[in-house]
């Protein structure tokens, strides 16, 4: 596994919450699923914030 991914996972294991930011143009695209089946197998709280909303088009 990445050294990086080891540390996500490290740091969700001793969190309370966890706050996933995602780009309003492109919401589904910008979640990371993997990750966020390993917040919930592991019983956390998960807050989505939407990001950029000023950027997508009115219509």
Known sequence: MDKYLEI??????????????????????????????FIVDNNKNLILIIHKVDLVPKS
């Open 8 to 37: 996500v996972y490290k740091n969700i294991r001793i969190a309370d919450v966890i706050l996933e930011v995602l780009d309003a143009r492109d919401p589904l695209g910008t979640r990371n699923k993997k990750i966020e089946n």
